[in-house]
C-alpha cells in the first residue's frame, strides 16, 4: 500500500477556470485587460466632465480673446487727442455686457465685440496683429487716421469679418494676399494710402465682395481681371470701375488704359530738342567757315598763278 502524500500548505492551490478569467498575467497587455472588462463608472465621470469642458471653452476663451484684442491694439495706438481715454485694463477685461460697450468705437453683439470703429480719431501708430484676438469682429474701421506700416497678415484670421476700412493713412508696404482667405469680406477700402507692390489675384476670389477701392496708392502692375471683370465673361461676379483703380501710376488694365510704353520725360524730350538744335547750328556754322576757307585760298591760288603768268616771257 501506498503511502499518501501530503502536499504542503506553503504550495499554492490550483486556480479554477473560472478564476483564472479575472486573475491578470504579465503576458496579458493592459490594453486586451481594458476591452474585456467593461469601463467602470469613474469614467463616465470625467467624459462628461470634458464633454462640458469643451462646451464652454469657447465663450471663456472668448472673453480672454477679446481682451488681449483690445489690449494689444491700444498699446499700438497713440492717441493725441484723447479719445481712447476709457479704454482702461480694468474695461478690457469685461469690455462686453451683453450688447453694450463702455468702450469708444466698441460694439458688441451677445457679450462678444464684432465692430470697431476708431475713425477720424486722428490716431497714430500702428496697427496690431493681434486685433486677430477679436475672433468674433465682423467690421474694422480705423479710416481716416494717421496710421502708418503694413496692414498685417493676421487679419485673416478674422474669418467673419464683412468691412475693413483702412482708408485715409500712411499704410505702407503690400496689400496682403491672405485677405482672400475672410470669405465673408463684403467691403475693401485702402484708398488713399502708400500701399505698393501688385494687387493680389486671390482678392478675385472673394465672391461676395461688392465695395474695392484702392486708389490713390502706389500700386503697380496689371488689374487682375477677376477684379476687374468685364460684363458677359463671367456673370454673378463684381465689376468695379476705374475709380476703385485711378491715382495709382504704374497700375494699368480694364478698366484703366492698357499698359504705356516707357516713353521719354517731357524735359528730356526738350533737351533732346535743344541738342539737336544747337548741334545743327555748330554743324552749319562749320560747314560755312570751311566752305569760306576753301574759296578765301581758291581765290589766292588764282591770284598767284597770274602773277607767275605775267612774269614769265612770252616767245
Not at 492717441?79 to 481715454?85: E, I
Not at 475693413?164 to 482667405?181: F, M
Not at 503697380?220 to 468695379?240: C, H
Request: proline fraction near 9%; hydrophobic fraction near 40%; glycine fraction near 8%.
Amino acid at each position: 500500500m501506498i503511502p499518501s502524500t501530503k502536499i504542503p500548505s506553503s504550495l499554492p492551490r490550483p486556480l479554477s477556470r473560472k478564476r483564472l478569467i479575472f486573475v491578470s498575467s504579465h503576458s496579458i497587455t493592459s490594453s486586451c485587460f481594458a476591452l474585456m472588462a467593461p469601463p467602470s463608472p469613474p469614467l463616465w465621470w470625467v467624459g462628461i466632465l470634458l464633454l462640458v469642458e469643451l462646451l464652454l471653452l469657447p465663450r471663456g476663451l472668448a472673453k480672454n480673446d477679446d481682451e488681449a484684442c483690445l489690449s494689444d491694439l491700444r498699446r499700438s495706438l497713440t492717441d493725441p487727442s484723447g479719445s481712447l481715454r476709457n479704454w482702461t485694463r480694468a474695461n478690457f477685461a469685461a469690455p462686453c455686457n451683453g450688447f453694450t460697450s463702455y468702450l469708444h468705437g466698441v460694439t458688441c453683439n451677445n457679450g462678444r465685440i464684432y465692430k470697431l470703429s476708431l475713425a477720424g480719431l486722428a490716431l497714430g501708430g500702428a496697427i496690431s496683429p493681434y486685433v486677430s484676438n477679436c475672433t468674433n469682429l465682423q467690421s474694422l474701421d480705423l479710416s481716416s487716421n494717421q496710421l502708418a506700416g503694413p496692414i498685417p497678415p493676421e487679419l485673416s484670421a478674422l474669418l467673419n469679418l464683412a468691412v475693413l476700412n483702412l482708408s485715409s493713412n500712411r499704410l505702407s508696404g503690400p496689400i496682403p494676399p491672405q485677405l482672400a482667405l475672410c470669405a465673408y469680406l463684403n467691403v475693401i477700402d485702402l484708398h488713399s494710402n502708400l500701399l505698393s507692390g501688385p494687387i493680389p489675384d486671390q482678392l478675385g476670389l472673394l465672391v461676395r465682395l461688392s465695395t474695392f477701392d484702392v486708389s490713390y496708392n502706389r500700386l503697380e502692375g496689371p488689374i487682375p481681371v477677376l477684379l476687374a471683370n468685364r460684363s458677359g465673361i463671367s456673370p454673378g461676379l463684381p465689376r468695379f470701375n476705374a475709380s476703385s483703380f485711378i491715382g495709382n501710376r504704374d497700375l494699368y488694365g480694364y478698366p484703366l488704359p492698357p499698359i504705356k510704353g516707357r516713353g521719354l520725360s517731357v524735359l528730356a524730350i526738350v533737351g533732346i530738342g535743344l541738342g539737336s538744335g544747337l548741334l545743327s547750328l555748330v554743324l552749319s556754322f562749320t560747314a560755312v567757315c570751311i566752305w569760306l576757307r576753301v574759296t578765301e585760298q581758291a581765290a589766292m591760288m588764282a591770284a598767284d598763278e597770274g602773277k607767275i603768268s605775267h612774269l614769265m616771257p612770252e616767245y
